[in-house]
């Protein structure tokens, strides 16, 4: 009965100490500009090789991103 009860606890702490491991925060937005017509767009990761990043101010929302603009 002693080793049910203690392996128990030790899930229990393994659980609650994985916990805040666990928990991811959002991604970063930036500005990326098209290397051929200058189109902007917002995106997390670069949308590919004819893209360049156009701003270095990471957004926390798409909302505050695309408000930077065209």
């Known amino acids: 009965m002693k080793l049910v009860?203690?392996?128990?606890i030790?899930?229990?702490?393994?659980?609650?100490?994985a916990a805040p491991v666990a928990s991811?925060?959002?991604g970063y937005w930036y500005v990326y500009a098209s290397k051929?017509?200058?189109?902007r767009t917002?995106?997390?990761y670069s949308p590919g090789s004819g893209w360049y990043k156009a701003?270095?101010?990471a957004y926390t929302?798409?909302?505050?991103?695309n408000y930077y603009g065209r």
Do not use: D, E, H, Y
């Not at 009860?5 to 128990?8: E, H, P, T």
């Open 5 to 8: 009860k203690a392996s128990i």
């Open 10 to 17: 030790a899930a229990a702490l393994a659980m609650t100490t």
């Open 36 to 39: 051929v017509n200058g189109f």
């Open 55 to 57: 701003s270095s101010k």
């Open 24 to 26: 991811a925060g959002t």
């Open 61 to 65: 929302s798409r909302g505050a991103c």
């Open 42 to 44: 917002c995106a997390q």
